[in-house]
């Protein structure tokens, strides 16, 4: 009776295990780097939301690293956006504004991917300095 095996004749199976923990790894090193450049482009817009200073950067800095979870981040950076993007027109209360537009998108992107654990990714905008 001939058995399948998960190893090839001649391979070596901990080499194998090996592999595939560098793999998963890898991968952990390439989500937590993603992550870190959400974190950074969230950081900049509520540094840029507070105003483009040191000293605002400072207070971004107290303000953003004390608040405890992600969530709790984009929320506050969303509620920081929108005190500086235009307001809708009081007649149609829409907006037509393509930052805003953009703007919900990227939110909505950013919560989708969040709530997923990172499954997919987020292209993100180069900030202006």
Same mark, same amino acid.
Request: glycine fraction near 6%.
């Given at each position: 009776?001939?058995?399948?095996?998960?190893?090839?004749?001649? @391979?070596?199976?901990?080499? =194998?295990? @090996? %592999?595939?923990?560098?793999?998963?790894?890898?991968?952990?090193?390439? &989500? +937590?780097? %993603?992550? /870190? @450049?959400?974190?950074?482009? !969230?950081?900049?817009?509520?540094?840029?939301? $507070?105003?483009?200073?040191?000293? &605002?950067?400072?207070?971004? /800095? =107290?303000?953003?690293?004390?608040?405890?979870?992600?969530?709790?981040? $984009?929320?506050?950076? @969303?509620?920081?956006?929108?005190?500086?993007?235009?307001?809708? %027109?009081?007649?149609?209360?829409?907006?037509?504004? %393509?930052?805003?537009?953009?703007?919900?998108? !990227?939110?909505?992107? !950013?919560?989708? =991917?969040?709530?997923?654990?990172?499954? &997919?990714? +987020?292209?993100?905008?180069? !900030?202006?300095?």
């Amino acid at each position: 009776m001939n058995q399948k095996k998960n190893t090839t004749e001649g @391979d070596d199976p901990s080499a =194998i295990s @090996d %592999a595939r923990s560098d793999e998963f790894y890898k991968w952990v090193g390439h &989500s +937590i780097t %993603a992550w /870190a @450049d959400v974190e950074t482009w !969230l950081f900049q817009l509520c540094w840029r939301s $507070i105003g483009s200073s040191e000293g &605002s950067k400072k207070r971004a /800095a =107290i303000v953003y690293f004390r608040t405890p979870s992600l969530d709790a981040r $984009i929320k506050l950076v @969303d509620e920081l956006v929108n005190t500086v993007l235009p307001k809708p %027109a009081p007649e149609s209360g829409t907006h037509t504004n %393509a930052d805003v537009r953009k703007w919900n998108e !990227l939110k909505k992107s !950013l919560k989708d =991917i969040w709530q997923r654990g990172g499954g &997919s990714h +987020i292209t993100l905008p180069t !900030l202006a300095a």
